[in-house]
């Protein structure tokens, strides 16, 4: 079994940075991939940035791409999101996920952090 606790959310102004984080413990050696996703009210949840375990190689959304920034640190089982120039469209609830090697898709989700960007 794999767990997700996610944290770091809160308000911030527009303009303004916060930094998630992503607490992962269970079967961490099967991890192939770990993304962080959001989704606003009344919107569809939307990929954002991941990265690949192992390699580190990282993946972003165009409309993240620059201002946000996806790591791990492989011995604290934690992935981080940096996301610097927040707009009020930044505003939802993110979540990070696990695909691990055996799978096509994230398997394992968190419970979500809320981010609220105020104009």
């Known amino acids: 079994q794999v767990q997700l606790v996610e944290s770091g959310g809160g308000l911030v102004q527009a303009g303004g940075s916060l930094r998630l984080f992503c607490a992962a413990s269970?079967?961490?050696?099967?991890?192939?991939?770990m993304g962080w996703f959001r989704q606003a009210p009344g919107k569809a949840r939307e990929f954002v940035a991941a990265?690949?375990?192992?390699?580190?190689?990282?993946y972003y959304a165009t409309s993240v791409k620059g201002r946000f920034t996806v790591s791990r640190d492989n011995a604290k089982n934690t992935v981080f999101l940096q996301m610097n120039s927040l707009q009020p469209e930044d505003t939802a609830t993110y979540y990070c996920?696990?695909?691990?090697?055996?799978?096509?898709?994230?398997?394992?989700w968190g419970q979500g952090t809320q981010v609220t960007v105020s104009s």
């Open positions: 990265i690949r375990w192992r390699e580190g190689s990282t």
């Open positions: 269970g079967r961490t050696f099967t991890f192939y991939r």
């Open positions: 996920a696990v695909r691990r090697d055996t799978s096509s898709e994230y398997e394992y």
